[in-house]
């Protein structure tokens, strides 16, 4: 499965902004997907995730209440809706795949990372 991120941009604090991660591939439906985030200098952080049929939802304490991941296999589309943004979440927004059981929140048990989309909060 290859993947492409899209729809960062330019946004004042307290706005909202949606992301998309399309993918290729016949499998996309054999995987779950997730949001990670790099802002400079840091490491790459785990944002959300979403299962293979769309069910458990699971996100980062930091962004828990104001984003929301969602998927549409048909399309093979997941997205990031993102509300209440504000300049700490500044960063590379990148999407990737795991068949790993369980909570993985690691970037080291996901692979096939796409293109990152730039999202930058202004306050």
């Known amino acids: 499965v290859q993947l492409q991120a899209s729809g960062g941009g330019l946004v004042q604090a307290g706005g909202s902004l949606k992301l998309s991660c399309a993918a290729s591939?016949?499998?996309?439906?054999?995987?779950?997907v997730g949001w990670f985030r790099q802002a400079p200098g840091k490491e790459r952080e785990f944002v959300a995730r979403?299962?293979?049929?769309?069910?458990?939802?699971y996100y980062a304490d930091s962004v828990k209440g104001r984003f929301t991941i969602s998927r549409d296999n048909a399309k093979k589309v997941v997205y990031l809706q993102m509300n209440s943004l504000n300049p700490n979440d500044t960063a590379v927004y990148y999407c990737?795949?795991?068949?790993?059981?369980?909570?993985?929140?690691?970037?080291?048990?996901?692979?096939?990372w796409g293109q990152g989309t730039q999202l930058t909060v202004s306050s």
């Open positions: 990737a795949v795991t068949t790993v059981v369980g909570l993985a929140t690691a970037a080291s048990d996901f692979h096939s």
């Open positions: 591939g016949w499998n996309f439906r054999m995987y779950t």
């Open positions: 979403v299962r293979r049929d769309g069910s458990s939802p």
